[in-house]
């Protein structure tokens, strides 16, 4: 489903010259599986997503969405993904019905195909109760349902999950957790960033390490532990981190 | 390019634009009711101002009375003139604004008439004082009688006619009509004013929607679904041109019923009379809606290129106050641009406005404005188009 080959992405920066913020990185993700992308802050997760989103071009590399390429098929990825992160916001002064219906619209959905996937989202996420009222009444959770419920709408076969649960609380980020276990079982290719070792070691089926753009390893939470037998993730990760730092 | 997924975005803009209190505000709030009572309130003022200095005498006192007695009589004669003494240090008085005019007389002053040498009379008085300004009118005046009494008085004394000092008289006809003195006085003031509604109702809207959006990470959401970049900035742009052209519209209306409001709306008006031909109309129209287009597209420009609210609104600022000057312009009298000056925005849409409200159709002028501000919004607006797809824009930080 997702194909990523040599990806690299490099920024110019008046200041800091040039910034390879993606080294080469080569990884794929299947249907039915969650992919994380584990790594700190500045690791590179954000810019990856933002090309696997097309919102950005890769520098050099080739990802493929479905089998469409980022660049030369741009729209079609747009039409097999679903994208949610951290930082994507809502329209304050638009209810939650009213913004789904407009980002089901923008996704080419008819009005029934709309009111259909709505209620069924509406009921499977309990977004009924609120779902006439405005975003900027909402709490942090019910907004977060929302932006997935807008995310999911035009039901994507690949959803694109940008530190979904950066800045929530435990009950929410719980629920964001879950439904991304449903969205897993419901067959789609999830890919989720993540800097929180707890929530990768929970809900991944493949996890790739990233430090300072480069990718450290790849592979299901077993084969990692094999690799480095150090305990858990979070003792993989920090062994993997510092023996980079000695190269 | 598909219109109606620009359809989709106008209106989620729209709607979202109407819902926002601070577009409503300065879309309607302010081109409707703030800028026809501001006039309204300045006319008022100014006629209220007026009628009483008009209403009230002028204080007046004056030194060396008795050296004037005609003059005095003059003077104590007219209802308007209020004489008082004021022996101990009446220029005190006159500072403090407790009369408004100090008038001295010589002792010389009454001798013969007809000596041939000028007599002096010293008037103080306060320019700063709209009181004193007036009673300097009034007395100006009667002494200008008195001068003329004397003239005549002398004339007569020799034996010669009032005409004999008064060779030539000259009677001035001014051939203007009403509505041109209408639109001469509009054509000052109307693109000044237009200039501000077509940015203040626009401003807001502008920034909030591109620079807004990326502070609120909302654009995210919109660059990733099945919209193309473009569709997203044609989308927007409607929008700025619909919320800058009902500003303006609604202003012109605000400010039509202030000026028609027998209200005496700009003090010295006492009724605009509007009287333009449909072909005027429609010129003024004409000429006026790519301005609106152009400072549209120069406003979502700096939205897209700024990296939130407050960026924008530095960047917007010193564009603001440029386009206020150059309207600003056309209230000066007497300046008359040369050709090539027709193709500097807004300063061509002063001066064609000016003209056309004082019904002349200078087709070339009108040219040169539509080429220049058509060409300078498409530009605009495929440089914003252009930083709409641009990574180091839409992701700066």
Redesign the interface.
Known sequence: MIQVKNLTKV?HDKKRGKITAVNNIDFHCQRGQIFGLLGPNGAGKTTTL?IL?????PTSGEVLVNGYNVVKAA?KV??N?G?L?G????????TPRETVR??G????MSENEIDKGMTQIFQILGMKHFQDVRVDKLSTGMKQKLSIA??IIHNPPVLIFDEPTVGLDVITARVVIEYIREFRNQGKCIIFSTHQMYEAEKLCDEIAIIHLGKLLSVGTLENLKKDVPVGDLEEIFFRLIEKESRI | MNWNNIRLIYFKEISGAIRDRRTLISMIIIPLIFYPLLFLGIGYFTMMGQEKSDSLPSIVAVRGREHAPELMEILEKNEKIDLVYFEENPEKALEAGKIYLLIEIPEDFNVNKSQEIPRNIVVQYDSTVQYSQVARRRVTNLIEDYRQQIIESRLEQLGLNVHYVQPIKTQWADISSEERKTGSILGMILPYIIVILIFIGAMHSAVDITAGEKERGTLATLLVSQLSRFEIVMGKYFTVITISATSMILGLIGLSIAFLTPAYALGELPLIKINFSFSIFFLFFLVLAPLVGLASAILLLIGIFARNNKEASTYVTPIYMGAIFLGMISLSQGIELAEPMFFIPILNNSFTFKELLIGIVNWKHILSTLISNIGIALIALFVAAYLFTRENVLFRS
Not at chain 1, 105 to 108: A, E, L, S, T
């Open positions: 920024f933002r989103a097309t919102m950005m071009a729209h747009r039409q993904i994208f992160s930082e994507t916001g809502l329209y304050d002064r638009f407009f980002f619209k923008i996704n080419g807008r995310a």
